[in-house]
Every structure is written in C-alpha cells, then in structure tokens.
C-alpha cells in the first residue's frame, strides 16, 4: 500500500515539473487565493461589520489560501487512505498558516492576524480552533470544490495557456511591490 501511495505521489509531484503543471498549479492558486480573500473578508464583515480587512498584497488574494489547497491536492494522491486525508486536512493548513505567519512577523515586525487570545495558540499564528476550522474546509475543498475546479480548469485550459504567465508575472509584481510597501512602511515606522 505505501509504494502504491509514494508511486502515485511522485507521478503528482513530476507533473508539476512541466509547463502545463505548472499552468494548472498557477490557476489553482489564484483561485483559491481568491476565494480565501472573499471568505476571510467575508469572516471580518460577520465578525467587525468591516468588509475589508488589511492585506499583505495589494490584490484581492490571500496567498495562504491558494498555498494550502494546492498542496493538498498535490500530496493526496488518489486513492489515499481517510486517515491520511484527514491528517493532512489538519495539518497543511495549520503549517502553511504557522509559516506564514512566522514568515511575515519575522520580515516585517508586524502580525496580520493575532490568535494570542485564542485557547490552544501558538505564538498567536495558529490556534487549535482555527486549525479544526481549516481541516473542515479543506476536507470540503479535497472533497467537493477542487473536482469542480478540476472540471472548470479543463474547460478554460486553452485560453489560460495563453494568459497564466501573464498571471504569474501579476503575482511577482504584487509580492514585489507589498515587500517594498511593507518595508518602507516598517523603516518609517522605527
């Protein structure tokens, strides 16, 4: 059973090592990038009555929402075991959010989210009700959103060979330009 996992997982992984990979990948993540900034915003409307909530980026994508799917989708193969499934749900999620976090606390002096609150929190990047939170939704996303995708991605695949690098280079610009906003604002800022 382990070599039918690890097979299948190498086959996943080589194919994101060619350019149609990586144009699916890419089209992944500016999807669920996108849906996470509408489901974070959305969370911070509920929540503060605030629509919008301060990003890293200048776009609307939230980096860590497209990280975390995409990963998932790449390391299930199918075929995997639930348990397995379910582990991964739980922990892509909270390790992607941990490093992000860490990451950016860590280049910028500053916490875009703060879980110091929260009960079962580490260092304010995650906490155990948020990361339970994520293991649903991403179950949801393995289970139910990323097929449509996959579906989506298959109709819209001739026209996105001609625009993803174009997106690709969007993403470069945004990160370069928020690095540079960012440090600035955190050389004013001391």
């Known amino acids: 059973m382990t070599h039918n996992w690890l097979k299948g997982l190498e086959l996943q992984l080589v194919e994101v090592l060619t350019m149609e990979g990586a144009a699916a990948m890419l089209f992944y993540f500016t999807l669920y990038s996108l849906i996470g900034w509408l489901l974070e915003n ?12 301060e990003n ?24 995997s ?10 922990l892509i999620p ?8 860490a990451l950016l606390q ?6 875009w989210w703060d879980y110091s609150t929260a009960r079962f929190q580490l260092h304010g990047h995650i906490c155990l009700p948020f990361s339970i939170c ?14 449509a995708m996959a579906l989506m991605y298959g109709e819209i695949e001739p026209l996105w060979a001609w ?14 330009l928020a690095v540079r906003k960012h440090t600035l604002q955190e050389i004013v800022g001391a």
């Open 134 to 147: 994520w293991g649903f939704l991403s179950l949801l996303c393995l289970k139910w959103i990323h097929p």
């Open 42 to 53: 959305s969370y911070n409307y509920v929540t503060k009555r605030e629509f919008l909530k």
């Open 163 to 176: 625009i993803w690098s174009a997106v690709g280079l969007y993403f470069l610009a945004d990160l370069a």
């Open 106 to 111: 860590k280049l910028f002096q500053r916490q």
């Open 56 to 79: 890293f980026l200048f776009g609307p994508f939230k980096p860590m929402y497209g990280i975390a799917p995409v990963l998932l989708v790449y390391f299930t193969p199918p075929g």
């Open 94 to 101: 909270t390790l992607v959010e941990y490093a992000s976090g």
């Open 81 to 90: 075991h639930w348990a397995y499934i379910l582990f991964l749900c739980f």
